[in-house]
Nanobody, 115 residues
Framework: QVQLVESGGGLVQAGGSLRLSCAAS????????MGWYRQAPGKQRELVAD???????NYAESVKGRFTISRDRAKNTAYLQMNSVKPEDTAVYYC?????????WGQGTQVTVSS
């Protein structure tokens, strides 16, 4: 099993920046994908960005050019750098880890963007 712990959420003003971290521990396979999802009140959870163990990234259109996903393989940690945030970015952000059919989720971290 893989355990994920997110950190870095909080309150930020529109136009500001925030950096989320997701630390993975446990039985980590060398080939995996780590990603960030978000869920706003009354809405479905949606993919924000993900990154493969080889460094290939994928972004939702709504965050392209503003958010950057990265990872430190030695630390088994994924990051989400959020720049030029908007009120519509307000949500609970969840980290996930995927390998084959196995998926693990973090507990989520709240991001609130004030206008």
């Amino acid at each position: 099993q893989v355990q994920l712990v997110e950190s870095g959420g909080g309150l930020v003003q529109a136009g500001g920046s925030l950096r989320l971290s997701c630390a993975a521990s446990g039985s980590i396979f060398s080939t995996n994908i780590m990603g960030w999802y978000r869920q706003a009140p009354g809405k479905q959870r949606e993919l924000v960005a993900d990154i493969t163990s080889g460094g290939v990234t994928n972004y939702a259109e709504s965050v392209k050019g503003r958010f950057t996903i990265s990872r430190d393989r030695a630390k088994n940690t994924a990051y989400l750098q959020m720049n030029s945030v908007k009120p519509e970015d307000t949500a609970v952000y969840y980290c996930d880890y995927r390998t084959g059919v196995y998926v693990s989720w973090g507990q989520g971290t709240q991001v609130t963007v004030s206008s």
